[in-house]
Antibody
Framework: QVQLQQWGAGLLKPAETLSLICAVYGGSFNDYYWSWIRQPPGKGLEWIGEINHAGRTNYNPSLKSRVIISLDTSRNQFSLRLTSVSAADTAVYYC??????????????????WGQGTLVTVSS | SSELTQDPAVSVALGQTVRITCQGDSLRSYYASWYQQKPGQAPILVIYDKNNRPSGIPGRFSGSSSGNTASLTITGAQAEDEADYYCNSRDSSGDRVIFGGGTKLTVL
């Protein structure tokens, strides 16, 4: 049973850099995408970006200029860095494992498991 | 298109059946997955691969898909099913993940 545990600073000032780490227990990085997703208070889920086992990344275009997702296979961890944060970046941040593939003319994807979430507040 | 549209709120009487829908162009090529989120908790997967349930998800949860619409059905809704529900797929290019805006389910 794969489990994700995440941590990082919960209070930032505007213009600082958000850094979060997600540790993967009980599984390897192969055959999956590893994503960061956030949820502003009272709002819906927003995908930030992903990395696969080969280090290939995809990012939400709205955040791409400020985001770096990286992989540390020796520690079984992946991480998120979001630069130049503002109050609009205040949210609960989740890490999650995604399976995605196409077969027989249909494609599918799903996220399971998820990390416990980290509330990041940006305030001066 | 890279959007998934859900009704913001739906209600159901205890023990009755409710359908939550999700519309988007990507659903013509992607089967949606569905997540339940209760206040203060991380989302949990309830349906994937059109109509598969992870271990531990009750059989009253089911999924279906037709054209550009995916549906999550709860047959015999229970009080503990009151939650926010999100659909998810990738966009038609396959390079980006998209979520619906979420549906708040109230069990009356």
């Amino acid at each position: 049973q794969v489990q994700l545990q995440q941590w990082g600073a919960g209070l930032l000032k505007p213009a600082e850099t958000l850094s979060l780490i997600c540790a993967v227990y009980g599984g390897s990085f192969n055959d999956y995408y590893w994503s960061w997703i956030r949820q502003p208070p009272g709002k819906g889920l927003e995908w930030i970006g992903e990395i696969n086992h080969a280090g290939r990344t995809n990012y939400n275009p709205s955040l791409k200029s400020r985001v770096i997702i990286s992989l540390d296979t020796s520690r079984n961890q992946f991480s998120l860095r979001l630069t130049s944060v503002s109050a609009a970046d205040t949210a609960v941040y989740y890490c999650a494992r995604e399976k995605a593939y196409c077969s027989g003319g249909n494609c599918l994807n799903w996220f399971d498991p998820w990390g416990q979430g980290t509330l990041v507040t940006v305030s001066s | 298109s890279s959007e998934l549209t859900q009704d913001p709120a739906v209600s159901v009487a205890l023990g009755q059946t409710v359908r939550i829908t999700c519309q988007g162009d990507s659903l013509r090529s992607y089967y949606a997955s569905w997540y339940q989120q209760k206040p203060g908790q991380a989302p949990i997967l309830v349906i994937y691969d059109k109509n598969n349930r992870p271990s531990g998800i009750p059989g009253r949860f089911s999924g279906s898909s037709s054209g550009n619409t995916a549906s999550l059905t709860i047959t015999g809704a229970q009080a503990e099913d009151e939650a926010d529900y999100y659909c998810n797929s990738r966009d038609s290019s396959g390079d980006r993940v998209i979520f619906g805006g979420g549906t708040k389910l109230t069990v009356l």
